[in-house]
T-cell receptor, first 117, second 113 residues
Framework: DTGVSQDPRHKITKRGQNVTFRCDPI?????LYWYRQTLGQGPEFLTY????????KSRLLSDRFSAERPKGSFSTLEIQRTEQGDSAMYLC???????????????FGEGSWLTVV | GESVGLHLPTLSVQEGDNSIINCAYS??????FIWYKQESGKGPQFIID?????DKRQGQRVTVLLNKTVKHLSLQIAATQPGDSAVYFC????????????FGQGTELSVKP
């Protein structure tokens, strides 16, 4: 499978615990995004990386959230001291960005469902 | 503020009919638009895209129309099939804003056999 891969697909955790999600983007894609989606809503942007550099973080990304992409390939999203409001699907996406005129088609993974109880 | 929205939250069509899903956007600086299909429990699946220098683009059974004058985007699905049942999102993208996508709420398409 050469698509965006996310792990785990489902995670149930107790409030206050830490969780970590992993994303493997499409090979050679230089840009990687994290989004969050709750039921009935469209995905909301959280953060993105260009290679290993984190270029933007949304105001939605509180200080309990941290994302890394240490070698410019896979990425992790960690949530510390989880709260019930963190329950959502966390989506990873990737794209190959060239010039302004080459487009930026963004491909999503299947998501990681988080339930905080 | 900047937003992307959909006119209809739900759309029900008969199998074999054509479907039209509409989307309004407000950021005139957006230069790239994508339609995604999302089935229950899965991630958004790329359907078709269009750049702001185009007004129409066709794919297999799908056509996207862009009207920059009124900031309107539509997705047309020909000969709709039960497998097309899903939530459809339009998303806008601005190269100078990091290329991140801004999504609307989505339209749920239900195809009746």
């Amino acid at each position: 499978d050469t698509g965006v891969s996310q792990d785990p697909r489902h995670k149930i955790t107790k409030r206050g615990q830490n969780v970590t999600f992993r994303c493997d983007p499409i090979s050679e894609h230089n840009r990687l995004y994290w989004y969050r989606q709750t039921l009935g809503q469209g995905p909301e942007f959280l953060t993105y990386f260009q290679n290993e550099a984190q270029l933007e973080k949304s105001r939605l990304l509180s200080d309990r959230f941290s994302a890394e992409r240490p070698k410019g390939s896979f990425s992790t999203l960690e949530i510390q001291r989880t709260e019930q409001g963190d329950s959502a699907m966390y989506l990873c996406a990737s794209s190959l960005v060239g010039t302004e005129y080459s487009g930026n088609t963004i491909y999503f993974g299947e998501g990681s469902w988080l339930t905080v109880v | 503020g900047e937003s992307v929205g959909l006119h209809l939250p739900t759309l029900s069509v008969q199998e074999g009919d054509n479907s039209i899903i509409n989307c309004a956007y407000s950021n005139s600086a957006s230069d790239y638009f994508i339609w995604y299909k999302q089935e229950s429990g899965k991630g958004p699946q790329f359907i078709i895209d269009i750049r702001s220098n185009m007004d129409k683009r066709q794919g297999q059974r799908v056509t996207v129309l862009l009207n920059k004058t009124v900031k309107h985007l539509s997705l047309q699905i020909a000969a709709t099939q039960p497998g097309d049942s899903a939530v459809y999102f339009c998303a806008e993208n601005n190269w100078r804003d990091g290329g991140k996508l801004i999504f609307g709420q989505g339209t749920e398409l239900s195809v009746k056999p």
